[in-house]
């Protein structure tokens, strides 16, 4: 029986506020939110917030995450190419890719590339080639 549970959010770290409001609005299509100290990244319901400079991570979280330290996927639903092209249009270099990957959905072909501080962005497409 599934729960009823449903992802909301994870951490990233940033080192620049700036550098990162535009490469998540710009690069990756994410709404930014303003909080009482630094900002979140919001796709759809689900958001990134984000430890920067002036927030405090403890005391919940033991070893906070630290820039370049994470790993995530996004679902582009469009096919491949197109993500490939609006990587490229932004100048984010593509360290791996198109290749076939399995996701949340099965099979798809994903890109992989990194944001400015270092950590792993993945584009997987389930859109036919």
Same mark, same amino acid.
């Given at each position: 029986m599934a729960l009823p549970v449903k992802l909301d959010h994870c951490v990233i770290h940033v080192a620049d506020w700036e550098t990162s409001n535009a490469f998540y609005r710009d690069v990756m299509g994410a709404t930014v939110v303003a909080? %009482?100290?630094?900002?979140?990244?919001?796709?759809?319901?689900?958001?990134?917030?984000?430890?920067?400079?002036? *927030?405090?991570?403890? %005391?919940?979280?033991?070893?906070?995450?630290?820039?370049?330290?994470?790993?995530?996927?996004?679902?582009?639903?469009? %096919?491949?190419?197109?993500?490939?092209?609006?990587?490229?249009?932004?100048? *984010?270099?593509?360290?791996?890719?198109?290749?076939?990957?399995?996701?949340?959905?099965?099979?798809?072909?994903s890109v992989y590339f990194r944001d400015p501080y270092g950590s792993l962005m993945e584009f997987i497409s389930y859109a036919a080639t």
């Open positions: 909080r %009482p100290a630094g900002f979140a990244y919001r796709f759809g319901d689900t958001q990134l917030n984000v430890h920067g400079p002036g *927030v405090d991570a403890t %005391p919940v979280a033991r070893l906070p995450v630290q820039p370049g330290n994470s790993d995530l996927c996004f679902e582009w639903n469009e %096919p491949i190419a197109d993500a490939v092209a609006h990587l490229q249009r932004h100048k *984010v270099t593509i360290e791996l890719g198109p290749v076939e990957r399995y996701g949340a959905k099965g099979q798809g072909t």
